[in-house]
């Protein structure tokens, strides 16, 4: 099978080792890939956003498959653009993109579909006013999000009423671009978060092994949002009798919302949810799967990727084997300093090639002569596979420390929370 993977994050590198590993695959193409995806195939030059490329390639190379990586392109149609085309999509129509692309659209789908959520309500710039009453109506903290796609970041959660006004007016007035032009406003739910996943064909699923994402810069989950610091897999908290109620009352629920409304989908579903006190909770839907939670996932999923994407593709999911490997992986994300506003881009990295028991994904990475160079704030993620949470903490971090460039910062907590589970 040929394939055309789209992205160029460490997201994408992960699935491009999965993806290199199946013995399906004849040829892996990856637009636009990075350095570490180069490895597992063959980067080309693509504008992810310029559909009409990527059909031209498509069809120049007889591509089987493409698998889109980013929300971007789902976002925007990439699904309904290659419906008529001989060519099989992994991920979700228009349609069903909203579900991350909206926010308002997601928390409706809730709502109409009974899945627990919290509660909340939508403004535009025209609603300011009643937005500041329904800020009135909540307790701190206070929760904001932009309605549309803002690269992780468009979530903020401030203690003061006089703060959250200010933020929701600067928000309704540009901060996050076209994407807050409406904001979320939600009640603050009390509780620690997990991401799961599940691959699905539109009818039946399977559920991937979840993952605990580290979104602060700073230690002790302190300081601005970041796209992520790191993950952890499995998570010690959800366990059988927490994930039987994920399955129940949200999986189950969203896979049955999806088919009454006709929405077709076919591919990745991360719920990102709160665990209150045993009781699960929505916050957010993402129609791809996480990053840097795809580093730390993808190396526990015994199966081979191809073989699930075609199941997805022809409708026989429920048909394929799906097996989780136990031991547990640990990713830590180094960032450039500065890192998640401004920073500075073009500095040498040095010390990825000794590290030999780990595997190191790239993200933001670039080639400039024969030097591999900083190129994005998220550099790269470090992920470390091993039978229990302390060794791979030990294994991970020993790794991180052999890599270095200027500025570079990482968090030195990810996993340790854990650790009293």
Known sequence: MKVLLLGSGGREHALAVKIAQSQYLTKLFIAPGNPGTAECGQNVSLDISDFEAINNFVEENDIEMLVVGPEDPLVKGVVDYFADKPVSVI??????????????????????????????????????????????????????????????????IVDDLSEAKTTLNEMLNGKFGVASDKVVIEEFLQGIEVSVFVLTDGKSYKILPEAKDYKRIGEDDRGLNTGGMGAVSPVPFADKIFMDRVEKKIIEPTIKGLQKDEIDYKGFIFFGLMNCNGEPYVIEYNVRMGDPETEAVLPR??????????????GALDAKQCAINPATAVTVVVVSGGYPEEYTKGFEIKGISSIKENKVYHAGTSVTGNKLVTSGGRVFAVTALSGSLTSALDSVYDSVSKISFDGSYYRKDIGKDLLKY
């Open 301 to 314: 999923l015994d199966a081979d990727i191809l073989d699930l994407f075609d199941g997805v593709a022809n």
């Open 91 to 156: 991920g979700p129509s228009k349609k069903g993109a909203a579900l991350e692309g909206s926010k308002d659209f997601a928390k409706d789908f809730m709502v109409r579909h009974g899945i627990p959520t919290a509660r909340y309500r939508s403004f535009d710039k025209s609603r300011l006013s009643q937005g500041y009453d329904f800020l009135d109506t909540l307790t701190a903290p206070f929760v904001l999000k932009a309605d549309g796609l803002a690269a992780g970041k468009g979530v903020i």
